[in-house]
């Protein structure tokens, strides 16, 4: 029975990720989810899995040393899948620190730990282990009109986000060209599905129009971003998992660029299609809810993935349409309005108001 330590489990990524190796695995694997809870982490979104047995649910910060020894020293970890991080580039902007912390070195926290255990006197590593960093497409940096990252793209991060994650990866990196450990790393693009933390594109604007709130485009609305649905990904990641080479990149996407401004538009008419015709927010909703803000600092105009290599090492393809997903997600949303109104309590109005109010002051 292989045991995964999944860092994170608590955020978007991470509890689709839990949901969908217990689905495909059932009890026939063991997960440790670590999580410190902040602001992103939810435990409502694991509902379901608590009594099971197969499944813990142990509250750590990643950079906690003492914490994650005693972790790897009570149950023998066969992957660490790390999602633990700070996520969102506009916080990243506000506030750096924290995510050097957790990003960069929480990630170097679990290596090392991991490594000890994993490492034999002979300094071979014990067979079947696997460190699986999850990464982001934002380390390659920006893109023009042309052209895709692919894993040989050289790393240029703008943001402190995608700066935190690319000296994250160096440091995983590090690891496999010194000590041959066994890791990869994955590079995906933006991901939408259920779960996400309203802060994002997707779910504000969705949360947005429900509630008959203005829908802020930074800039233009013209950058363009390629979005994965996040149970391809966690498939993919599953996949990278048992097949991957040691010590790779592996990139992830689906070849499903939009402009924002598309987006925004595509999620008005699609929550108008799906809500009853007698829900009277249908009055509410429409394009003139969209509203141009100021741009965010240093934004990345475009990002595009060339998923050649996954799928032909891997043959791992994405299987859901932006078109479906789309509408699978905004159902998930309406169907849990619980989750929404829990989620945007208290701390969420808060990071609203700072966030959106200087950005009132452009609008074109
Ligand atoms: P998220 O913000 O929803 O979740 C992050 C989780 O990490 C939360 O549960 C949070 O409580 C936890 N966490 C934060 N600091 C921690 C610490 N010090 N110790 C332990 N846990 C901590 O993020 P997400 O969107 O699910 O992203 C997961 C991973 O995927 C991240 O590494 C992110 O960089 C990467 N990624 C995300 C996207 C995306 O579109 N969301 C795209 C590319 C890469
Ligand atoms: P986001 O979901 O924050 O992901 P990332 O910055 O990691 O790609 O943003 C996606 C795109 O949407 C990005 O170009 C910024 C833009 N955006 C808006 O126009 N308005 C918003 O309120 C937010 C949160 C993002």
Redesign the pocket.
């Known amino acids: 029975m292989k045991t995964y330590l999944v860092t994170g489990g608590a955020g978007f990524i991470g509890s689709n990720f839990i949901h969908c190796m217990i689905n495909k695995y059932g009890n026939s694997i063991r997960i440790i989810n670590v999580d410190l809870l902040t602001y992103a982490g939810n435990l409502e979104n694991l509902k379901g899995l608590e009594n099971k047995e197969n499944y813990t649910f142990i509250k750590a910060d990643i950079c906690d040393k003492d914490k994650i020894e005693e972790i790897f020293k009570n149950n023998e970890i066969d992957y660490v899948v790390n999602f633990a991080a700070e996520s969102?580039?506009?916080r990243s902007i506000k506030d750096p620190e924290v995510f050097v912390r957790t990003n960069v070195l929480g990630t170097q926290c679990l290596l090392n730990i991991a490594k000890n255990y994993w490492e034999k006197e002979d300094d071979t590593f014990l067979p079947g282990k696997k460190f699986l960093q999850v990464s982001t497409d934002?380390v390659y940096g920006s893109l023009e009109h042309e052209g895709y990252f692919t894993e040989n793209t050289p790393l240029d991060p703008h943001s402190p986000?995608s700066a935190s994650k690319a000296a994250a990866d160096m440091i995983v990196k590090a690891y496999f060209d010194t000590y041959k450990m066994p890791v990869n790393i994955t590079r995906c693009s933006?991901n939408y599905g259920r779960y996400q933390f309203p802060?994002?594109?997707?779910p504000?604007v969705i949360n947005n129009v429900l509630s008959g709130k203005e829908l802020?485009?930074?800039?233009d609305?013209k950058?363009i971003?390629d979005w994965l649905y996040v149970e391809d990904h966690c498939l993919a990641i599953d996949q990278v998992i048992n097949n991957g080479k040691l010590g790779e990149v592996y990139n992830i996407g689906g070849h499903n660029e939009r402009q924002?401004i598309e987006i925004i538009k595509t999620i008005i008419k699609t929550v108008q299609n799906t809500l009853d015709e007698s829900d009277p927010r249908r009055n509410h909703i429409s394009d003139e809810l969209i509203k141009f803000v100021k741009d965010?600092k240093g934004?990345?105009r475009r990002?595009a993935i060339d998923p050649a290599k996954i799928s032909s090492e891997i043959g791992w393809l994405p299987e859901t349409a932006f078109e479906q997903g789309i509408v699978e997600t905004i159902k998930w949303y309406l169907k849990n309005a619980k989750w929404i109104e829990n989620v945007t309590s208290g701390q969420y109005q808060e990071y609203y108001r700072q966030m959106y109010e200087k950005k009132d002051e452009r609008v074109s």
Not at 199 to 202: R, T, V, W
Not at 216 to 219: C, E, M, R
């Open positions: 969102h580039v506009d934002e986000y933006n802060e994002k594109l997707i504000l802020p485009v930074y800039g609305g950058n971003r924002n965010r934004h990345d990002y």
